[in-house]
């Protein structure tokens, strides 16, 4: 059974339209565009977010958190939400600024209150947390709700474990199943992996195997370790498939988990003759060039 108190963990969300991975910063070429640094020095709020991503990025200058959050500091001056919305990142993670979580959250509700679906995400689950601001499941549900109406994947999900608990909310089954679904389909993985094992146990829907397989698989293509255990475990009598799971899984794993898919994947592999061995690790190393991301 999955966790189902996942939305306490903290869930940084560094990707948005507005901001790339905090990734290696690459060496920096062209520079700010003149053009974009004029009009940033003329006080365009626009222009002077583009340059707080342009330091914070580290593509065509030499990353430098504080000047990205002095940029964004003097576009979210002005009310850019997208602006407000990185400075609380920054405050968050601790980076150019000094790690504050109030600061964060107060940065978080100006970019909410102008409807930026993140940021109601952000605080929301700052709420749900208790960083920055005291735990409150009500104002959580509420910003959550915010956010998922703007096809926020995560702020789907985390709404539908609220629902699904009972908490700030009245407790809905079906209604967390539905936003589980959509958060799914909008490829939030927990979310894939929520909607399969409901389907898989015939929680709040019918039990389908075909499709808590088709999620499970879906999760696992996104890279989820225990998509890849479920699905060695549902395997059966299918040795191929069950060796295929286990040996993507195995070493991945800790604790039972880990002792049952080394288990596993050592008896399936014993029950494959030569051939349908090197079938399997053909698809595998295809499956692992197709997801370096994973290994």
């Keep these: 059974?999955?966790?189902?108190?996942?939305?306490?963990?903290?869930?940084?969300?560094?990707?948005?339209?507005?901001?790339?991975?905090?990734?290696?910063?690459?060496?920096?070429?062209?520079?700010?565009?003149?053009?974009?640094?004029a009009?940033?020095?003329?006080?365009?709020?626009?222009?002077?977010?583009?340059?707080?991503?342009?330091?914070f990025n580290g593509d065509r200058v030499a990353r430098d958190f504080s000047q990205a959050a002095a940029?964004?500091?003097?576009?979210?001056d002005q009310g850019l939400a997208q602006a407000q919305y990185q400075l609380g990142i920054l405050y968050m993670k601790g980076l150019g600024v000094d790690q504050d979580s109030a600061q964060a959250d107060a940065w978080f509700d100006r970019a909410a209150t102008r409807g930026?679906?993140?940021?109601?995400?952000?605080?929301?689950?700052?709420?749900?947390?208790?960083?920055?601001?005291?735990?409150?499941?009500s104002r959580a549900a509420s910003l959550l709700e915010g956010a998922?109406?703007?096809?926020?994947?995560?702020?789907?999900?985390?709404?539908?474990?609220?629902?699904?608990?009972?908490?700030?909310?009245?407790?809905d089954r079906k209604r967390a199943f539905d936003l589980f679904s959509e958060a799914a389909e909008l490829g939030n993985i927990e979310a894939q992996l929520r909607v399969a094992q409901d389907y898989a146990e015939g929680q709040s829907v019918?039990?389908?195997?075909?499709?808590?397989d088709d999620w499970f698989r879906k999760a696992a293509e996104h890279g989820s370790i225990d998509a890849e255990y479920e699905l060695a475990q549902r395997a059966g009598q299918d040795h191929a498939e069950a060796y295929f799971w286990s040996s993507l899984a195995?070493?991945?794993?800790?604790?039972?988990?880990?002792?049952?898919?080394?288990?596993?994947?050592?008896?399936?592999?014993?029950?494959?003759?030569?051939?349908?061995r090197e079938e399997v690790d053909a698809r595998l190393v295809q499956w692992r060039e197709a997801h370096p991301e994973q290994q």
């Design 206 to 212: 019918k039990k389908d195997e075909k499709l808590a």
């Design 250 to 276: 195995y070493q991945n794993l800790d604790g039972e988990k880990q002792v049952k898919a080394t288990a596993l994947h050592d008896s399936s592999y014993k029950k494959l003759k030569g051939p349908e």
């Design 1 to 37: 059974m999955f966790k189902r108190w996942a939305y306490l963990t903290l869930i940084f969300i560094l990707s948005p339209p507005f901001l790339v991975s905090l990734g290696a910063a690459q060496p920096p070429s062209t520079g700010i565009d003149p053009e974009i640094q």
């Design 116 to 137: 930026l679906a993140e940021a109601q995400y952000q605080l929301g689950m700052s709420y749900v947390r208790g960083t920055g601001v005291p735990k409150n499941y």
């Design 71 to 76: 940029w964004f500091r003097k576009a979210a």
């Design 39 to 55: 009009k940033a020095d003329s006080g365009l709020a626009q222009a002077q977010y583009l340059v707080g991503l342009e330091y």
């Design 148 to 171: 998922a109406t703007l096809k926020n994947r995560d702020g789907l999900y985390n709404l539908g474990l609220l629902y699904a608990e009972g908490t700030g909310v009245s407790k």
